[in-house]
């Protein structure tokens, strides 16, 4: 196969059905869908309502997790700005875990170190350590 | 030296080096892999003269940290995991590379057809003319990940983002290769 077409190809997993009706009910609008099947969990890859997203499954087809890409330009005021006080923001996604949400930023100090920042939905830091 | 050199596995000469032997070992890694490094070198950043520069670097600064190979990948892995680093910190810090201005003012579309005629050959060059219209960023993650094979976790250690970041950006990064291809 050339290497075209293994960096384009579409892995083939076979995911249960009840995964994927999981899926669709929740994301039904889902595009560009990647799935891949790792430790024992489904992860699929895609975008939907124009975000980027990560999802994850257990074989009877339930939601773990969710994660949302959050351009800069959407990212709440409230949380961007605690966000910033820790440095420029190169990245930020959203976690949906159960109930919980949190959010993951990447971001970097003037001397262009990156760090991974995690905070509360609220923005308020929970941990954050260099890249 | 010579026969030496087809005898020894890589990790043998780091352990060997490691436990404080022969330091001239190191010799056999840098002529194995200086035209390796160097073709990574210039796939980045696109100078001859440049890449020959990094690569010096890069395979003296691998041997400075050669206590940080742990040995769980080959070392050809670690070392090129030291390569893409190196390189993606000098651009972005000498060249101002900033990837999220970058993709945020080159949008993907809504709506991306996927196929594609499978049964057309690509060659390689014009692979590698359809990367060099990535970012360098989505440029180095496709390497880094169908080049090298490279795990998704070493490939955000190595660009410094987290994985979820690293999973998203390859994403986008094959989506705009795909259309790049079907612009042609």
């Known amino acids: 196969?050339?290497?075209?077409?293994?960096?384009?190809?579409?892995?083939?997993?076979?995911?249960?059905?009840?995964?994927?009706?999981?899926?669709?009910?929740?994301?039904?609008?889902?595009?560009?869908?990647?799935?891949?099947?790792?430790?024992?969990?489904?992860?699929?890859?895609?975008?939907?309502?124009?975000?980027?997203?990560?999802?994850?499954y257990d074989d009877n087809g339930t939601l773990l997790e969710y994660r949302v890409n959050i351009p800069l330009e959407k990212i709440p005021k409230r949380i961007k700005k605690k966000a910033s006080e820790e440095g420029e923001i190169m990245n930020c996604i959203e976690i949906h875990s159960v109930d919980i949400i949190r959010f993951e930023f990447i971001i970097r100090d003037k001397d262009l170190v990156r760090y991974l920042l995690l905070t509360d939905k609220s923005g308020n830091k929970i941990r954050k350590e260099k890249l | 030296m010579a026969e030496k050199s087809l005898e020894i596995s890589d990790e043998e000469i780091v352990r060997r080096i490691r436990k404080g032997g022969d330091r001239e070992l190191y010799s056999i890694i840098y002529?194995?892999?200086?035209?390796?490094?160097?073709?990574?070198?210039?796939?980045?950043v696109r100078s001859r003269e440049l890449a020959e520069e990094l690569s010096?670097?890069?395979?003296?600064?691998?041997?400075?940290?050669?206590?940080?190979?742990?040995?769980?990948?080959?070392?050809s892995s670690w070392l090129y995991s030291v390569t893409y680093n190196y390189c993606i910190d000098w651009l972005r810090e000498k060249k101002k590379l900033h990837y999220p201005e970058w993709n945020s003012?080159?949008?993907?579309?809504?709506?991306?057809?996927?196929?594609?005629?499978?049964?057309q050959e690509i060659s390689y060059d014009h692979l590698m003319s359809l990367l060099d219209k990535l970012h360098t960023e989505e440029k180095a993650l496709i390497m880094m990940r169908y080049f090298d094979e490279m795990p998704l976790n070493k490939i955000a250690e190595a660009l410094r983002v987290t994985e979820s970041a690293a999973k998203m950006r390859l994403k986008r990064a094959k989506t705009r290769l795909l259309l790049l291809y079907k612009e042609l």
């Open chain 1, 1 to 56: 196969m050339d290497l075209f077409k293994k960096i384009i190809q579409v892995a083939t997993v076979k995911v249960p059905k009840a995964v994927i009706d999981s899926m669709k009910q929740i994301f039904p609008a889902a595009k560009n869908i990647e799935w891949s099947h790792d430790r024992s969990l489904f992860e699929v890859i895609f975008y939907h309502d124009d975000l980027e997203k990560i999802a994850r």
């Open chain 2, 31 to 44: 002529k194995r892999y200086y035209p390796k490094v160097l073709d990574k070198c210039y796939s980045l």
């Open chain 2, 56 to 75: 010096t670097d890069i395979l003296s600064k691998a041997y400075e940290k050669l206590s940080s190979y742990k040995g769980n990948s080959t070392f």
């Open chain 2, 105 to 119: 003012s080159n949008e993907l579309p809504e709506i991306i057809d996927e196929t594609y005629d499978e049964d």
